[in-house]
């Protein structure tokens, strides 16, 4: 057997490890701060997955949903403006009866009691686990009516969202005073400025913390188009796209990503970052100097 040899064993070896490592470990959880709950740290993002409310759709929504739910994910993030995506959802999830395996989270544009009964319609179920006020804009918008629906029994958890950079002044002044359950804010490898301010915020104040685009909205994907994976990022990634959100869940402040995808293969693959090592201080540092360079 020659050197070359050697190192193809030795190198198909350790794909195999962590291959094995990748299926047979425990996904990655994370506890929700006001509660301790824990969800696993990989969802579904439906914002342009979803959007029409046909046979084709319904089909792949439903074969998306019963993979998160095969590799060890509950976690599925909606809203009321985000097409058919909540009637999709609701039928899907209504008709194969897979609501109580689901952390299922939703947004309304306002405090809107009409809003909320038709999201709640839509998605076929008397309550959701996570109701969030959508874009805050206003460092005066109030979580008073949400809080209402909460002690109801119409939500288990607050949240508020946004993916506006112009907006985190008026997301910070709302995560302080009013302190929600959760904050949904844009984050990626090459997008890392909710480190500067909401992560720190979100942490001082005990809110989870779901992060909206975790791909820099196909910025990243474009970026490393036809380039091989780092072999030094080999130890806790075998995929880009595992590479990107385990950039996030890097951060312990991260309670869970949530990647939108409407490919069976592509959710298996994103739930493969629950899996396996994380990327260690040094190794984050390492990532984000590769990506300034792309």
């Known amino acids: 057997m020659t050197r070359r040899d050697l190192a193809a064993l030795a190198g198909g070896l350790l794909v195999s490890t962590r ?3 990748q299926t047979e470990t425990q996904p990655l959880t994370r506890a929700i701060p006001t509660s301790g709950e824990r969800i696993p740290a990989v969802g579904l993002g439906t914002a342009y997955v979803f959007d029409e409310n046909n046979e084709a759709t319904r089909s792949k929504a439903d074969a998306i949903v019963q993979t998160l739910i095969k590799n060890g994910g509950r976690l599925i993030d909606t809203a009321s403006t985000y097409g058919d995506a909540e009637s999709v959802l609701g039928q899907v999830t209504a008709s194969a009866g897979l609501r109580d395996e689901l952390f299922l989270a939703t947004k309304l544009e306002s405090p ?25 804009r206003s460092k005066q918008q109030s979580l008073e009516r949400f ?11 607050v949240g508020i969202t946004s993916t506006f950079r112009r907006d985190y002044p008026a997301v910070e002044a709302v995560l302080e005073r009013e302190k929600p359950d959760f904050v949904q804010i844009d984050y990626s490898l090459d997008n890392r400025g909710a480190e500067k301010t909401i992560l720190p915020l979100a942490a001082e104040i005990r809110a989870g913390v779901l992060t909206a685009l975790p791909y820099g909205n196909g910025r990243l994907f ?17 995929s880009w796209g595992q590479f990107f959100l385990k950039y996030l869940l890097g951060d312990s402040r991260v309670t869970a990503v949530i990647p939108g995808t409407s490919d069976p293969s592509h959710m298996t693959d994103n739930a493969g970052a629950m899996r396996g090592p994380l ?16």
């Open 222 to 238: 474009k970026a490393v188009h036809g380039k091989e994976l780092p072999d030094w990022a080999r130890v806790f990634a075998n």
């Open 147 to 157: 809080r209402e629906w909460k002690k109801q029994g119409l939500c288990r958890y």
């Open 279 to 294: 990327p260690d201080p040094d190794q984050r540092r390492r990532m984000i100097e590769f990506a300034d360079s792309l």
């Open 112 to 136: 809107d009691a009409r809003e909320l009964k038709r999201s709640l319609a839509r998605l076929k179920t008397a309550s959701v686990d996570l109701l969030q006020l959508h874009n805050v």
């Open 19 to 21: 291959a094995v490592a």
